[in-house]
T-cell receptor, first 113, second 111 residues
Framework: DTGVSQNPRHKITKRGQNVTFRCDPI?????LYWYRQTLGQGPEFLTYFQNEAQLEKSRLLSDRFSAERPKGSFSTLEIQRTEQGDSAMYLCASSLGGQDEQYFGPGTRLTVT | GQQLNQSPQSMFIQEGEDVSMNCTSS?????WLWYKQDPGEGPVLLIA?????ELTSNGRLTAQFGITRKDSFLNISASIPSDVGIYFCAGQLIWAGKSTFGDGTTLTVKP
């Protein structure tokens, strides 16, 4: 399978803990995106990378959130000091270029207790 | 920021019926995308539209890019039970990397 993969698929954590998610994009795709989705809503943009450069961050991405794509391949999204309001599905997508279709991974569902 | 209004919010139809849903925006987009999402999974791309007025089909699905560039429509013909899911529209601007999503139309198909 050469689609976008995300790990873990599910994460349960206690409030105040740090969590890290990984995304592996489609191999030749230069762009990688992170979105967050809560129940009953569409995905909301968080940030995106062109190769290893982080080009845009949403205001939704508080200072507790950080994303990296160190070698322009996989990416990690870390949430520090998690809060219950961070509970959501975190989706990763990749595209060949800026004007191309974005293909999504299966998501990581985070539950903060 | 830009917002997409998707309607209807939900639909309950009989197997074999045709379905129409639409998406409107307060501002223009250069690209319109339609996705389907099953519970617990990521959205799956169905159709991409790049030009105003464009009409594109993918099997029983047909989507149109509105002439004003502020709306798009998705039609599903002869619905089947596996069409059940949430359908999202998304708009993209050439200069912006992100997609802006609607809140989805939930489709239920009764056999």
């Amino acid at each position: 399978d050469t689609g976008v993969s995300q790990n873990p698929r599910h994460k349960i954590t206690k409030r105040g803990q740090n969590v890290t998610f990984r995304c592996d994009p489609i191999s030749e795709h230069n762009r990688l995106y992170w979105y967050r989705q809560t129940l009953g809503q569409g995905p909301e943009f968080l940030t995106y990378f062109q190769n290893e450069a982080q080009l845009e961050k949403s205001r939704l991405l508080s200072d507790r959130f950080s994303a990296e794509r160190p070698k322009g391949s996989f990416s990690t999204l870390e949430i520090q000091r998690t809060e219950q309001g961070d509970s959501a599905m975190y989706l990763c997508a990749s595209s060949l270029g800026g004007q191309d279709e974005q293909y999504f991974g299966p998501g990581t569902r985070l539950t903060v207790t | 920021g830009q917002q997409l209004n998707q309607s209807p919010q939900s639909m309950f139809i009989q197997e074999g019926e045709d379905v129409s849903m639409n998406c409107t925006s307060s501002s223009i987009f250069n690209t319109w995308l339609w996705y389907k999402q099953d519970p617990g999974e990521g959205p799956v791309l169905l159709i991409a539209l790049y030009k105003a007025g464009e009409l594109t089909s993918n099997g029983r699905l047909t989507a149109q890019f509105g002439i004003t560039r502020k709306d798009s429509f998705l039609n599903i013909s002869a619905s089947i039970p596996s069409d059940v899911g949430i359908y999202f529209c998304a708009g993209q601007l050439i200069w912006a990397g992100k997609s802006t999503f609607g809140d989805g139309t939930t489709l239920t198909v009764k056999p």
